[in-house]
C-alpha cells in the first residue's frame, strides 16, 4: 500500500499530465470529499476553464434544444447550442449521483465527438457511491489523494523539451505489455490499455521524449489500472525442490544476436516491475470484492457526516400536460415550448388578436418527485424454535436487499430477538461490507421475546423518522411468543405485551410487515398483523430468494 504522500505526488502528476493535453486524454476521475484540499486541487484545474453542470441538468442545456425566445419572436423553430457544441471542459459535480441515462448520453458524446473534457468530481462517502461505469470507463485519470496535503503541494511541471504528445511513438512491445498486464488484474474493457497508452505517450512528451521508457509505462499504469483492477494477478510458483542427484537444468542457448547481451537498452520494464507498482495500490480488501472498480479506500473512515433532520430529497419530472384548475404549478417554459410552433397558424387565424396565443392544450402542469429514503427494519427471531432454520434465510434476504438498496437509496437496520431480549446488530446502513460482517455473528437460540423485538423496532423506527428516514419493520417470525417484556416465561403476558407494542407501531403510522416462518399459519401472527394494520405473509417453506421477492412486492420495492 502506498503513503499518503505518494497518493498526492500521483494527483499532482495526474492534473500536470491533464493540463498538458486535456482533448487527448479526454478528462479525470476525482474522487475527494468537500474540504480546503480539495479546493486547492480544483483551483490547479482552472487553466482549463471547466464550466461546472449537475446531474439534474437538463438534456436542451447539456446537448442543445428548442431556443424559446428566439422561436416566439421570429415565429421559427430555431434551436440553442449546449455545452457540448463545441469541445470543452465540463466539470460534473455529484458525479457519483449522476443517472445512468446521463452518464450514457455524455459517454456517447465523448465517443462520436472527440476533443472534449469531462472532469468528474466524485462525492462518495461509501464504496457503493461510485461513478457510473459508462464515465469511469472513459475518464483515463484518477486520482483520490489521502491524508494531509503538503504544504508545498501544486502540478508537476513540464520538461523544458515538451513536445506533442501525437509525435511519441509506441512499440508493438509496450502496448502488448499494457494490455497483458490489464488482463493480469481482471480488466477486460480494451479502453484501459487504450487509456493507459495515450497517458504514457502524454507523459513521455510532457518530458521532452520521443519515444515510450520504462518510466511513462510505470506511471501510466499506475494511474490507470489500479481503480479498474478486479483480481489480484496470481503469484508465480515457487521453484520445486530438486534432488540432490538431479543436476541442474542446462541453462538457454544464448544467441550471438541478442541485443541483451550487447547492452542496448530496452524501453520495456520488467513486467513485474510493472505489475508491482499496480498491486502497491490496490485497496487492501480487493480479494474479497468488497471495493467495487471506480472506487479508492477513504482515509477518514467510512462516515459520511451527521445525518440531517428531513433528509428529503426531491427532483423534477418531466412536465405533463394539464388544466388551471388552481391546484397544479404550471411549468411555464414548458407551456411556451408546447405553443411556440403554433403561433404563425393562430396568427393567420386571429392577426387581431393581442399577445401570445395560448390554448389549453398548451398547459403544461409541473411534477416533482419528493420522498425521504426508506429504512427497512429487520426483526428476526433468532430463538431456539426458528433459529436453525431461518437465521440463514434472514441473512440471505437482508444482503440480497441490501444489494438493490442502493439504486433506490434504501438503508437496512437488523433487530435480533432471542432469550429474554432484542438486540440491534445493524444500525441504518446501507454499507454491504458492515452487513455481512454484522450478519456473519448474528446469534440464536434461547426464548421468543416478542415484544421486546417490536419495542426495539418502534424505537428505532421513532429515531430514523426524525432524522428524515421513512421506517418499515419487517418480522421475520415462528409466532411463537412465550417471553414477556420484563423477562419472565408467560405466554399470556407476552402475547399482551406483543399487542400493546403492535398497536403503538400502528398509532405511530409506521409502516409493517409481518412474515410467519412456521411450518403452518399461526392465528396469533394473523392477528398481531391486524393489531398493525400490517400485511401477513406465510413462508412456511422459503428460501432467501423466495424471501427477497415477498418483501419487495409487499412493499412496492
Not at 402542469?365 to 440463514?392: C, H, P, Q, W, Y
Request: proline share 9%; with cysteine.
Amino acid at each position: 500500500m502506498s503513503v499518503p504522500a505518494d497518493s498526492w505526488h500521483r494527483a499532482a502528476l495526474g492534473l500536470s499530465l491533464l493540463l498538458f493535453d486535456p482533448h487527448r486524454l479526454g478528462g479525470l476521475h476525482i474522487r475527494m470529499r468537500a474540504d480546503p484540499a480539495r479546493d486547492r486541487v480544483l483551483n490547479a484545474l482552472a487553466p482549463l476553464a471547466p464550466r461546472r453542470v449537475h446531474p439534474g441538468i437538463s438534456d436542451d442545456q447539456l446537448f442543445g434544444g428548442l431556443d424559446l425566445t428566439a422561436t416566439l419572436r421570429t415565429g421559427q423553430v430555431i434551436e440553442n447550442t449546449g455545452f457540448f457544441y463545441q469541445p470543452c471542459c465540463i466539470m460534473l459535480t455529484m458525479a457519483e449521483r449522476c443517472p445512468p441515462g446521463l452518464a450514457a448520453r455524455i459517454a456517447q458524446q465523448m465517443d462520436t465527438d472527440a476533443g472534449h473534457c469531462l472532469i468528474a468530481l466524485d462525492e462518495g462517502a461509501e464504496p457503493d457511491e461510485a461513478l457510473p461505469p459508462a464515465l469511469s470507463e472513459r475518464l483515463p485519470l484518477f486520482i483520490a489523494p489521502e491524508g494531509r496535503m503538503p504544504d508545498h503541494w501544486g502540478p508537476v511541471p513540464a520538461g523544458t523539451d515538451a513536445c506533442d504528445p501525437a509525435c511519441v511513438t509506441a512499440t508493438a512491445q509496450d502496448q502488448e505489455a499494457l494490455t497483458l498486464l490489464a488482463a493480469e488484474f481482471g480488466i477486460d474493457s480494451l479502453r484501459a490499455p487504450l487509456a493507459a497508452l495515450r497517458v504514457a505517450r502524454a507523459h513521455a512528451a510532457f518530458q521532452g521524449r520521443g519515444s515510450l521508457s520504462g518510466a511513462d509505462l510505470e506511471v501510466a499504469v499506475t494511474l490507470v489500472y489500479p481503480q479498474r483492477a478486479t483480481r489480484l494477478p496470481d503469484d508465480a510458483p515457487e521453484d520445486t525442490p530438486q534432488d540432490a542427484d538431479t543436476p541442474p537444468p542446462p541453462p538457454p542457448d544464448s544467441d550471438e544476436n541478442d541485443p541483451g547481451e550487447q547492452g542496448e537498452p530496452d524501453s520495456l520494464p520488467d513486467g513485474d516491475i510493472l505489475v508491482d507498482a499496480v498491486r502497491a495500490l490496490l485497496p487492501a480488501d480487493l480479494l474479497a470484492g468488497l471495493v467495487p472498480a471506480g472506487t479508492a479506500p477513504r482515509s477518514g473512515g467510512a462516515g459520511a457526516g451527521k445525518a440531517r433532520k428531513g433528509n428529503r430529497r426531491g427532483r423534477p419530472l418531466p412536465s405533463r400536460p394539464g388544466r388551471l384548475d388552481g391546484t397544479a404549478r404550471i411549468d411555464l417554459v414548458a407551456t411556451l415550448r408546447a405553443a411556440a410552433p403554433w403561433q404563425p397558424l393562430r396568427r393567420q387565424a386571429q392577426p387581431d388578436a393581442p399577445g401570445l396565443l395560448i390554448r389549453p392544450s398548451d398547459i403544461r402542469v409541473k411534477r416533482f418527485e419528493e420522498k425521504s429514503d426508506r429504512l427497512l427494519i429487520f426483526t428476526v427471531d433468532a430463538s431456539g424454535s426458528a433459529a436453525m432454520s431461518r437465521l440463514n434465510e434472514a441473512k440471505g434476504a437482508v444482503e440480497m436487499l441490501l444489494a438493490q438498496a442502493y439504486a433506490a437509496r434504501d438503508h437496512v437496520a437488523l433487530i435480533s430477538f432471542r432469550g429474554t431480549g432484542a438486540d440491534l446488530l445493524l444500525p441504518p446502513t446501507r454499507s454491504l461490507v458492515q452487513t455481512k460482517r454484522r450478519l456473519a455473528s448474528l446469534p440464536g437460540g434461547g426464548g421468543t421475546p416478542l415484544a421486546a423485538g417490536l419495542e426495539q423496532a418502534a424505537q428505532l423506527a421513532t429515531q430514523s423518522r426524525a432524522r428524515g428516514l421513512s421506517p418499515t419493520v419487517v418480522i421475520l417470525t415462528d409466532g411463537r411468543a412465550n417471553v414477556a417484556l420484563d423477562g419472565s416465561p408467560d405466554r399470556a403476558a407476552a402475547a399482551e405485551d406483543a399487542t400493546r407494542f403492535a398497536g403503538l407501531i400502528r398509532a405511530e403510522g409506521i409502516g409493517a410487515l409481518v412474515i410467519d416462518m412456521s411450518a403452518r399459519p399461526q392465528d396469533a401472527l394473523k392477528q398481531l398483523a391486524a393489531h398493525m394494520d400490517a400485511p401477513y405473509l406465510a413462508l412456511p417453506r422459503a428460501d432467501a430468494q423466495r424471501l427477497t421477492g415477498a418483501v419487495s412486492a409487499a412493499l412496492g420495492a
